[in-house]
């Protein structure tokens, strides 16, 4: 295989979408430049990247230092955070287990985190009225799908799909950052700091010991962009 060339990342900071992808190139250790987007004020030629006009996406081939306003018409685009995610993987097999059954299990896990805990987490911290026993529920329905993965020393693909939106959820639930009644973080993390809930606190841990996904975003940038969501 000939060697990887240029990636251009197309980010957002805060974008949970783009941190997926920028996990995958900092785990990859590519070579790769970013180009941040103001989604507020987008530059007129970043439909040209991206038709969407959507974080993240990504150019591959262009000439370092190049953005849509100046690369070729035939340099490689690509949208959607998963599909690029896999492209990376790709370019870079080593992002993912090397036991194709943990990989399995992660890229499963990823997809029920979706669909038992990411929605009820949206609901709970983005409006005035979600159920804390739906989320709960969620999770104990999520935990069977960790099984042996919190205890294994690598990471992967499903790992790195799921990590920006379970890796948030104890520091926003921490400083009360959610359209929710005051109270809210406090008593969701009273929950979770019991026995019953050990496989996803151990799963959490493991993420964010992570350095590929602490090199992936500041903290600090996170909180002050939620406070500044929550406040409208």
Same mark, same amino acid.
């Given at each position: ?29 590519? =070579? ?104 709960? =529920? ?20 499903? =790992? ?73």
């Amino acid at each position: 295989m000939t060697a990887p060339k240029n990636i251009t990342l197309y980010n957002t900071q805060g974008s949970w979408w783009a941190q997926r992808v920028r996990i995958a190139l900092i785990a990859s250790g590519a =070579d790769f430049e970013t180009i941040e987007i103001d989604l507020q004020a987008k530059p007129s030629w970043f439909e040209k990247v991206n038709p969407a006009s959507k974080v993240p996406a990504i150019t591959y081939g262009a000439l370092k230092g190049s953005d849509g306003s100046n690369f070729p018409e035939n340099v490689f685009r690509l949208n959607e955070s998963a599909v690029i995610v896999d492209f990376i993987a790709r370019l870079y097999p080593s992002i993912d287990y090397e036991d194709p059954i943990l990989s399995a299990k992660a890229r499963l896990l990823a997809l029920q985190f979706e669909a038992l805990v990411q929605t009820p987490w949206t609901t709970y911290s983005r409006t005035i009225d979600g159920s804390l026993q739906a989320l709960l =529920d969620g999770i104990i329905s999520f935990q069977p799908f960790i099984g042996d993965l919190a205890d294994v020393k690598e990471f992967g693909v499903g =790992d790195l799909l799921v990590a920006p939106f379970i890796g948030r959820i104890l520091p926003l639930s921490k400083h009360e950052l959610g359209v929710w009644p005051e109270g809210s973080g406090a008593r969701l993390l009273a929950a979770l700091d019991t026995e019953e809930f050990k496989p996803f606190r151990k799963y959490i841990e493991k993420i964010s010991s992570w350095s590929a996904y602490q090199k992936s975003y500041e903290e600090g940038a996170l909180l002050a962009r939620f406070r500044a969501l929550y406040s409208k």
